[in-house]
């Protein structure tokens, strides 16, 4: 019985692998430094309908990855946002 039950933990840990997290999705496209944080939010949001991703948890996801010691592409802030 527990061959079982390891078994089919084992198949539910490997489909939770195959799937992409919101995480690493955030992480791969910061990758690019063509894409402004408000573009990898539009990106999750195509894979993702319904997460909740702002700019703001974008950045907080690269903030972590720099001081993780990724190097992550500076992005310059978009025009008029200081003036808000």
Known sequence: MTSEKSGSLSDATMEDEKRPTIGAEVAT???DAGLSYPDIVDGILVIFPNAKTTARSVA???????KSGVEVPLRRA???SAEK
Do not use: E
């Open 29 to 31: 496209l910061l990758m």
């Open 78 to 80: 978009a025009k008029g």
């Open 60 to 66: 907080s996801v690269a903030a972590r990855l720099r």
